[in-house]
């Protein structure tokens, strides 16, 4: 073996360069790998489960007045079928009742009023209602027997 020529590099000096280069490679496809696997596992821990619609039934017939007031929910039965719009005022959240005589839907907190298919018609509310679905179920002969509301 020779002295070392001065202004030329050893063969030995650059092995840490490339020992750190090959660390790094393996570092880069170690992380790689990890955030591949990594990836799923968290997909799968965010998953949530939609809720379960909530179904209300209310059974027939309805007052004479044709309303059914509940906790979540205002029912308005007619000849053709029924509508049921949110208690929950879209101002604030107040829960909102029904004017027999007015024939409309008004918030007590602010004065929001609604028709009864839940549009606004006035007030510092600025969206209407949420409506509800409702399924008539029958007897055999076609009389409505209840109302099945999907919250
Ligand atoms: S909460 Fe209903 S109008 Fe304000």
Redesign the pocket.
Known sequence: MGAPVAGKKHPVATAPGRRNLLLRGVQWIAATVGLLFLYPLLRFTAFRVPPKPRLVEVPAPLPLSGVHTSHDFILFGTKEGATAVSRI??????R?NYQQDKEYIE?P????RFTPAGERIA???QKNLPIYDVTLKKDADGRVISYVVQL
Do not use: D, E, K, M
Not at 109 to 112: L, V
């Open positions: 005022c879209t101002h604030l959240g107040c909102v918030c907190c602010h004065q929001s007030g510092p509310a």
